[in-house]
C-alpha cells in the first residue's frame, strides 16, 4: 500500500501563473516532508522541505504548505517559469534526523511559454 | 562543488551476469543511501550506511545483492547474478545533520541499468 501519494501524474500551466502540486499520506508517523525536482536522465534535485512542527515553509518562488490533520501536502511555485518543467517528488520520513525517505510516485510538470 | 557522483552513468550486461556499481558521496556526508527507481515510480529505498555501518535493507534488497562502505567514503552496490527485473535506475544519496540537527538528503545522477 502506497503511504506517498501523488494522484496528479501530470499538470500543465502557463508561464507567470502558479502551478501547485499536490501530496497525501496515510503514515502519521511521517514528520517530516521534502520535495524533489528530478530532470530526465539526472537524480533528483532537493528543492524544499518542512517538519510537522510547521505548516508553511518558503524559500523564493517555492512554498510548502502542510495539514496535518488532512495528511496533505503542496508545494506552490510562483510564478511558474518554463525551466520548471520536471518531474515532481514528494517523500517523507518518520525521522527527520535521518532514516529512508518514501517518495510518492511523481507529477510532471509543464510550464509553457 | 562536488556532488554525488555516481559511476558509471549507464550499463548494460546480460542476465546472470554480475555488475558493480559506485558511489562517492559529498566529502563530510556521513550517510550513504541507496535506491532503485524504475519506470512510473518514484525512488525506493535499498539499504543506508552511517559511515562504514550498515545500518538499514529494505525488504527489496535480495541475497544477490550487496552494499558496501569499506572506509565510510564511496559505497559501492554488487548485483549478482543479474535478472531483468533489475533493470532500473539506481541512485545514491549522501547526507548529514545541519545545525538543527535535521537531515537532507542529496543525490547522485544515478546509474542506468539495463539487463538483457
Known amino acids: 500500500d502506497q503511504q506517498v501519494k501523488q494522484n496528479s501524474p501530470s499538470l500543465s500551466v502557463q508561464e507567470g501563473r502558479i502551478s501547485i502540486l499536490n501530496c497525501d499520506y496515510t503514515n502519521s508517523m511521517f514528520d517530516y516532508f521534502l520535495w524533489y525536482k528530478k530532470y530526465p536522465a539526472e537524480g533528483p534535485t532537493f528543492l524544499i522541505s518542512i517538519s510537522s512542527i510547521k505548516d508553511k515553509n518558503e524559500d523564493g518562488r517555492f512554498t510548502v504548505f502542510l495539514n496535518k490533520s488532512a495528511k496533505h501536502l503542496s508545494l506552490h511555485i510562483v510564478p511558474s517559469q518554463p525551466g520548471d518543467s520536471a518531474v515532481y517528488f514528494c517523500a517523507a520520513s518518520d525521522d527527520q534526523a535521518g532514516t529512508a525517505l518514501i517518495f510518492g510516485k511523481g507529477t510532471t510538470l509543464s510550464v509553457s511559454s | 562543488d562536488t556532488g554525488v557522483s555516481q559511476d558509471p552513468r549507464h550499463k548494460i550486461t546480460k542476465r546472470g551476469q554480475n555488475v558493480t556499481f559506485r558511489c562517492d558521496p559529498i566529502s563530510e556526508h556521513n550517510r550513504l543511501y541507496w535506491y532503485r527507481q524504475t519506470l512510473g515510480q518514484g525512488p525506493e529505498f535499498l539499504t543506508y550506511?552511517?559511515?562504514?555501518?550498515?545500518?538499514?535493507k529494505s525488504r527489496l534488497l535480495s541475497d544477490r545483492f550487496s552494499a558496501e562502505r569499506p572506509k565510510g567514503s564511496f559505497s559501492t552496490l554488487e548485483i549478482q547474478r543479474t535478472e531483468q527485473g533489475d533493470s532500473a535506475m539506481y541512485l545514491c544519496?549522501?547526507?548529514?545533520?545541519?545545525?538543527?540537527?535535521?537531515?537532507?538528503?542529496?543525490f547522485g545522477p544515478g546509474t542506468r541499468l539495463l539487463v538483457l
Open positions: 550506511f552511517q559511515n562504514e555501518a550498515q545500518l538499514e
Open positions: 544519496a549522501s547526507s548529514s545533520l545541519d545545525s538543527s540537527m535535521i537531515e537532507t538528503q542529496y
